[in-house]
């Protein structure tokens, strides 16, 4: 009988997250020989239509902007040899206060445990070694984030399985120099305010509260592709402006927040499997 091999499992909210969050460390251990599940929670509906049409303006089709993305989605999985993808295709419940956040089909609406219990079962299948979410935020408080935050953690509760467990993160010097970026590539952002320069952003963690700092630069470049696979919401990636060599600056970590880890490896540490090889 084969040995089972090391297995990383990321839980993601729509087509695209994947790639901006987590790009860089799949790409990594795929090349390593681990295999890589990724956990697509929603379809993604509530994206950007053909044209950039935006959620609900004049011809903005869910249905039709959710089969573009799922296409895009393969894509990127591709691109970043994602071992399998599983999509769990929850209606997509756009950004927090928006109308489709009340829609009963949509993942905010899902009861908790209705989405766990599935995820659990992909759990119990795959035997993940390694999963990857969000934080209790969503890491920056978007709906269907918090609520695959909350089927994460939950499905983990229901099953016997006892993985580390990451949410990824942002070191707040780097929060800083995003803020930068967004100004020069998009020139009509208003300044900040200076009175409310020296309030902690809500987006990531002090550098030094990071438990987990991974080198994803030399797979920088597939990142870079896998959000470009995502070309219908090309108006949202603003990091495809910067061109490759810059990206690879700014994206070649990838951090994270150990919030579970039956090994005791000693932090910070730089690799996810850090006491599983």
Known sequence: MAERPLTLMAVH???DDEATGTGGVLARYAAEGIRTVLVTCTDGGCGDGPGGV???????DPVAVAAIRRRELEASCEV??????????????????????????????????????????????????????????????HPDHIQAHRITMAALEMTELTPKVYWTTM????????????????????????????VPAEIGLPDDEITTWVDTTAFSGQKFDALAAHAS??????????????????MGMETFTRVQDPTGAALPENDLFAGLR
């Not at 070191?171 to 998009?186: D, V």
Request: proline share 10%; aromatic share 12%.
């Open 171 to 198: 070191p707040r010097s780097t929060t800083r120099r995003f803020g930068e970026l967004m100004r020069e590539f998009r020139p009509d952002m208003p300044e900040p305010d200076p009175a409310e320069a020296a």
């Open 54 to 60: 935006k959620p609900g303006g004049p011809g903005h």
């Open 233 to 250: 919401q090309g108006e949202n990636i603003f990091f495809l402006g910067m061109g490759k060599e810059r990206f690879s600056e700014l």
């Open 80 to 141: 970043l040899k994602i071992s399998d993808l599983e999509m769990l295709g929850y209606a997509d419940s756009g950004m927090a206060g928006w109308p489709s956040n009340d829609a009963p089909d949509s993942f905010w609406q899902t009861p908790v445990e209705k989405g766990a219990a599935r995820l659990a079962e992909l759990m119990r299948h795959y035997r993940p070694d390694v999963v990857v979410t969000y934080d209790e935020n969503g890491f920056y408080g």
């Open 13 to 15: 909210a729509h087509p």
